[in-house]
């Protein structure tokens, strides 16, 4: 028992037969063995038990010796210890990828497959970076000091996006909700699980098994149980908090047209202000009546969701302080 465990452990193809030949002994069984072989829910049975008996996050497809010695140098957790990360933090981390972040795809010179994630912000930010990387202890942080432009990013290698970041968002059954970054993460799951290696034999985009289905309402996004800490990491590359010229404090979402998500966020913050779309390209979420400016401070403050941090938060921070000086705002319910 403790052998099969093992040996069906990691998340490939190799795991998925073995599985598959030693659960077929249960045939074996008189009068019942076959039918509980070819009932559709053994191997989904047989791998709870795997994973509940490990307790260990599983590998996407296979990571070779070379690829784990190049970065057994980092400061990576045990794998176990991984589980303990709180699933806010992970919604916030996929919320701001969804933003400002981007898993990159790309041909080697040798014609090869390379992935990585990368998240890329303001220089200034690089707090926010530091703070992601010091939870994940995963990934590299570069600078670029470029004058017009100065920027940094966080680097996740794919061994560590197989063994850590993707088992985990499967784990905790956390996704990507914008197009562009759930076409991403489904290539690249395509590409782990079947050890695929060659970029220029990779599939067209239609024959790429979508691994999850986005919401097709906005209700069915507001019940998405990680719905609420994703729009907080959303927030933080797309989200701004400022003074109109006529002294209105606004909240404002813009990203491209994704209509039910923004219809979402109506939901969630209970407006009924119109969703606006700008050159036929962006949507665009903004309020600033006395109830919603109310209901945002209560979303970010009171709710105990995952709290933004960075520039982010100290623009909201000032954003508050602006409010509480405005005799519109003055008698609202300011955190303390």
């Known amino acids: 028992m403790t052998a099969f465990l093992g040996y069906v452990l990691p998340y490939g193809q190799m795991s998925l037969w073995g599985a598959t030949v030693i659960t077929n002994l249960m045939s074996a069984i008189p009068w019942v063995g076959q039918d509980i072989v070819e009932s559709e829910n053994i191997t989904d049975y047989s791998y709870t038990i795997v994973y509940t008996t490990h307790l260990m996050l599983p590998t996407i497809g296979i990571v070779s010796e070379h690829a784990l010695k190049k970065w057994n140098k980092n400061t990576r957790l045990d794998k176990k210890e991984y589980l303990s990360i709180p699933s806010s933090f992970l919604a916030f981390l996929v919320g701001l990828i969804d933003g400002d972040g981007y898993i990159q795809i790309t041909r080697t010179t040798k014609g090869f497959i390379a992935i990585k994630l990368v998240i890329s912000i303001h220089l200034k930010d690089i707090s926010t970076l530091e703070y992601i990387q010091s939870v994940l202890n995963l990934g590299k942080i570069t600078i670029n000091r470029d004058y017009k432009?100065?920027?940094?990013?966080?680097?996740?290698?794919?061994?560590?996006?197989?063994?850590?970041?993707?088992?985990?968002?499967?784990?905790?059954?956390?996704?990507?909700?914008?197009?562009?970054?759930?076409?991403?993460?489904?290539?690249?799951?395509?590409?782990?699980k079947e050890t695929k290696k060659v970029?220029?034999?990779?599939?067209?985009?239609?024959?790429?098994?979508?691994?999850?289905?986005?919401?097709?309402?906005?209700?069915?996004?507001?019940?998405?149980?990680?719905?609420?800490?994703?729009?907080?990491?959303?927030?933080?590359?797309?989200?701004?908090?400022?003074?109109?010229?006529?002294?209105?404090?606004?909240?404002?979402?813009?990203?491209?047209?994704?209509?039910?998500?923004?219809?979402?966020?109506?939901?969630?913050?209970?407006?009924?202000?119109?969703?606006?779309?700008?050159?036929?390209?962006?949507?665009?979420?903004?309020?600033?009546?006395?109830?919603?400016?109310?209901?945002?401070?209560?979303?970010?403050?009171?709710?105990?969701?995952?709290?933004?941090?960075?520039?982010?938060?100290?623009?909201?921070?000032?954003?508050?302080i602006d409010l509480q000086n405005s005799s519109r705002y003055a008698n609202l319910n300011f955190p303390k």
């Open 199 to 320: 970029y220029d034999k990779l599939p067209i985009k239609e024959e790429i098994p979508l691994l999850f289905k986005l919401p097709e309402t906005a209700l069915d996004y507001v019940n998405l149980s990680f719905f609420k800490n994703w729009i907080v990491g959303f927030t933080m590359s797309e989200g701004s908090f400022f003074i109109k010229k006529n002294n209105d404090g606004c909240f404002q979402l813009k990203q491209r047209i994704h209509i039910m998500l923004f219809e979402a966020f109506k939901l969630i913050f209970n407006t009924n202000r119109k969703i606006d779309i700008e050159k036929g390209i962006y949507n665009q979420f903004s309020v600033s009546s006395k109830a919603d400016v109310q209901t945002v401070i209560n979303f970010f403050s009171f709710s105990g969701l995952h709290p933004l941090i960075g520039l982010k938060y100290i623009s909201y921070s000032k954003w508050l």
């Open 149 to 192: 432009s100065p920027n940094c990013k966080l680097i996740i290698n794919r061994t560590d996006l197989q063994e850590v970041l993707f088992p985990l968002l499967l784990y905790h059954n956390i996704f990507f909700l914008t197009e562009t970054r759930r076409t991403q993460f489904n290539l690249a799951m395509f590409i782990l």
